[in-house]
């Protein structure tokens, strides 16, 4: 019995090495998060005369990138259970991987960070966001606090998609009131 007392042992140790052996992150998006958050704007009044609450969405976002090469980040949005507007691409990040071409991946940080009413052409002008006009040109989409976006990240390098998250939430989180 003590002869396979080491066999044992050495089996342990394959298996802990094998486990504990990082997998190399690929090209592309390694990690993502989204929340939203209202606010209220005590300077303008809303038309009942009381305070006007905006809202503000961030996405962040962890890529792998090739150094010397640039990826094309898009997110697209649209309104948790809301049929009205489908979901469209709103917005567009070109990152570039700082260095010379032929390095190992490299880790890089983004955000989309978007308020409403930050791009209207005219903030007065209520009109429907059309899916034809250049992404990042409309502000964000309101919802109701507590309601969400569906929010999806497409990375692409020299128009092939490398990575795509699908559509997650992200929560408007209600105004708490002091």
């Excluded at 489908?86 to 983004?110: N, W």
């Excluded at 034809?132 to 964000?140: A, C, T, V, W």
């Amino acid at each position: 019995m003590a002869k396979f007392v080491p066999l044992v042992l050495l089996a342990g140790l394959v298996t802990a090495a094998v486990v504990a052996a990082p997998n190399p992150p690929k090209e592309g998006l390694v990690s993502h998060d989204a929340a939203g958050k209202a606010y209220v704007v005590q300077s303008i009044p809303a038309l009942n005369g009381g305070p006007w609450i905006t809202a503000r969405l961030r996405v962040n976002y962890l890529l792998a990138g090739l150094p010397g090469e640039t990826y094309t980040v898009e997110l697209w949005l649209g309104r948790t259970g809301d049929d009205r507007i489908e979901r469209y691409h709103f917005d567009t990040q070109q990152v570039t991987i700082p260095g010379e071409k032929g390095g190992k991946l490299v880790e890089r940080k983004g955000s989309f960070d978007r308020r409403s009413y930050d791009r209207d052409p005219n903030p007065d002008e209520r009109r429907p966001r059309p899916a034809q006009e250049k992404p990042g040109d409309y502000s964000l989409l309101w919802v109701e606090r507590g309601k969400s976006w569906d929010c999806r990240l497409v990375v692409k390098k020299n128009g092939t998609v490398l990575s795509d998250t699908g559509y997650f939430r992200a929560v408007l989180d209600p105004v708490i009131e002091l």
